[in-house]
């Protein structure tokens, strides 16, 4: 559950729902479906915790939610990226770019691995 | 359950949208549409349909807890924008109101002073009537106490007082009380040992006697030391006082090491053991000093000595009707044991309602209803002013309306504005209340308890507050839902007769208008009962001469002149130097001018002939007078002579009786001459011979009949205590430091108490019924103002509209006499409704006012014409001056308006 995937998870989950609807507006399904396209299934969201996440990007006014009608002409919530949202993306995104360079730093360097 | 699939929400989730947006269905969308897309797409890749699906959840995970997680954070996200928009709703109408108010400066001042007065009248008379009447006395579970009277039906008085042997059965016998202590209230000289120079002014104190009871009874402690205790009260024990707090600050500065210092009271010594707490007050608030009641032996037998008041708390769980059958059950068994407690019972009265009489409360309660009635004719003002603003801004709620809100939300809007005016309108009113009650307080008669206590206080702020919101609905609902009925039946489009001028408004109106006129009609008819009832007292004969007299009361005390000779002398001396006094046309004494619903008071019995069993219980108040008080009272002398210096100790006994006891006892017979006996005729009570006798004098009050009179001369009957009346030449108040410096030279020790000129002692004997009747003058005064003001506003708002039809008449030909009267014939028919209702209403009024009257009926044809009279020339004016300024109006200018 998403309680124990820890802080680094979660905000993994905000990133990539964030870089999910910055293409567009989207529903709950369509993100988790455009997670796992784009990593070609490597990345599975975790579907329980999708909702909840999106809540709180909500309330924190990352993203805006409205009801509309989905491509099989069915009801559904669709996200909107605001601009605090993109913002905020922006800057999780440089964090986790300099952290997965000096983890991948720390990983070449030598002693190399056997 | 009606569902198979633990996922499906049940089939009523879907139809709740139809009410708003939902919460839980919203959920369930977003969840359920999330499954269907999943699902879908494991059977597009092969799976069947129940296999898709169940693979689906299955992906999902926790589907149920992590919707009902969603569901609480959704509904809480829900609450919070609603109170948001609410909120900002009610800040945007605030500052939208206030941006109105801004607007029409003329209609807010008059509605906000209207409603200033209305709430201000209402404060005031609420908050003495909760701290006179609601507010539970100063003692805890003081409704637990009851005053135990002694129910008198020798004398028909059921409020009287015990004797000893008679408390003691009660209190030893009952099962009802958990205590009952007995008491009784007197004076005292006191004068502090080692005082400093300025306070060595002997003064006077009153005090309560009691038994030692009285500590539990009213659960009352010390603020300082103890209260006395059983033992304490026996003859030679007893030399102890508790101060109250006012005394213990004025004699001692409030210095904490009072107790056991010592105080003289009455020539004799007596150590303080304790003081009170403050606003302590039993039983009222000017007792001084609380002191045991100690008698001896002797005293205690006595079953015919009645001077002791009882109070007593019932044990817990014990009703009121319970102890009320039980005491009268030990007062029937006493009645059977003892001769002397033969038609003598036991009365219960619950303190609250002892404290507070009945007349006072009926007379709070009739006020309460006047200022409410004053609110309701200032509502109905408000309204109407309402009313008529509404007409003038419906252009601006039409075109509200036009871009699109909703009338409950235009009703809301207008509501807030009213509550708003009511609110701001209170607040002045709060002012005005405050400033009023200063006045009110200081023209209250003294005897009116706990008025010391009377403040705006948060009860009364939360009171107030609620009746100012109320207010604000009452006058603001009708004009609100009037315009925006009339702004949603489209009112961009020009108003040909106006919405608020429309037929239902103008019933509105004048309907208010004759509900005006009805509350006005029972107010001034229940002021003018009032001041009929005083006029009346006013007139009543007292039978002597009230004006340049001075009275004065003095007690001396027994420690210094032990003997009545001693007394005599004492009193001779002091009349004899205050008759030489220049300006003085004369000094005499008396007991008491004036006697208490108590008086001190015994049987008699007639020498030489049978008494009727009737006439053997009829008790005579005794009074010791000088030969020469009826003479400086102005009192005519009927028959015989007054008393004379050979009245002395030495010679035959005499009395002097008034002319309601001569007819009764003596009818068609000279009593001169005649002798009776104080007492039942068993003791050793010498004959006394009648000398005299006096035309009556109502001692006990203006509305009491006049009672029985025996006087004594002061030589014979010598009492310590008693009442100086001088008459002077000049102002009677002049005097007092001269005849002060007199008694001083006789006594320097002696105080003097109770200094009032006569008509001060008049005036505050009729000072509840001035006050009640000032009160409600006022308010009958206000109410027709403001009533007079509602006619004259409405009438002219309802001519104004009319003036196309009135240029129509004109200009047809129609004098402007006959416009008048017309206007004037429709307004009156109005007020005639009214007053015929308000005539219904005042008589109902008059019934419940019924004891505050005097000598004059409920239904005083007087009274009922006079208002009439009143009320028809003051709707005709405020009619009249309308209809004639409509009458006048330019035809072709009055064509071309609108």
Known sequence: ?114 | MTNKSPGQPPVWRRYLRFWGSNVEADVDDELRFHLDMRARDYEARGLDFDDARRAAVERFGDVQGIGGALRTHDRRRERGRRRHEYMSDLTNDIRYGLRAFVRAPAFTTVALLTIALGIGATTAIYSVVNAVILRPLPYPESDRLVQVWMDNRRTGLKEDLHAWPNYADLRDQNRVFSAAAAYYTGGYNLTTAGCRENECEPQRVRALVSTPDMAPVLRVTPILGRMFIAGEDEPGRDGVVVLSNGLWTRLFAGDRNVIGRTVRLNGRERTVIGVMPPGFAFPTRDVDIWVPLALDAESKQQRSSYFLWAVARLKPGVPFERAVADLNAIGRRLEQQYPADKDIGVHLVPLPEQVVGRTLRTSLWVMMAAVGAVLLIACANVANLMMSRAAVREREIGVRVALGAARSRLVRQLLTESVLLAVLGSTLGVALAWGGLRVLTRIAPEDIPRLDQVRIDLSVLGVTLGVAVATGLVFGLVPAMQSSRAASGGALREHIRGGTGGRRAQRMRRALVGAQVALVVVLLTGAGLLIRSFLHLQRVDLGFRSDHLLTMRLSIPAAKYGTPQARATFQDALLERVRQMPGIQGAALITDIFLSSTPNSTIFRIDGREMTPEEQNVEIPVDATSGDYFKVMGIPLRRGRTFTAADNRDAPQVVIINETMAKRFWPNEDPVGKRFRYGDGTGNAPLVTIVGVVADMRRTGFDAPVRYETFLPHTQYVTSYFTLVVRTAGDPLAAVPAVRAQVRSLDAEQPVFEIASMDQLLSSMVAQRRFSMTLLGTFAVLALVLGVVGVYGVTSYLVAQRTREVGVRLALGARPAQVVRMVVRQGMVVAAIGLVVGLAGALVAGRLMTRLLYGVSPYDIATLVSVTTVIGVATLVANWLPALRAAHVDPLSALRSD
């Not at chain 1, 455009?34 to 993203?63: C, F, H, K, M």
């Open chain 1, 1 to 114: 559950m998403a309680s124990d995937t820890g802080d680094l998870l979660q905000g993994t989950l905000a990133i990539l729902i964030l870089k999910a609807l910055v293409t567009g507006p989207s529903h709950g399904y369509g993100i988790a479906r455009w997670v796992e396209s784009t990593t070609d299934d490597v990345l599975r969201i975790e579907e329980g915790s999708l909702y909840p996440a999106l809540r709180r990007l909500e309330d924190n006014g990352w993203v805006t939610s409205e009801w509309g009608l989905s491509d099989n002409n069915r009801r559904a919530r669709f996200y909107t990226i605001t601009r605090a949202g993109r913002s905020h993306l922006r800057t999780e995104a440089t964090v986790w770019f300099r952290y997965a360079g000096a983890v991948s730093q720390v990983l070449r360097s030598a002693p190399s691995l056997a």
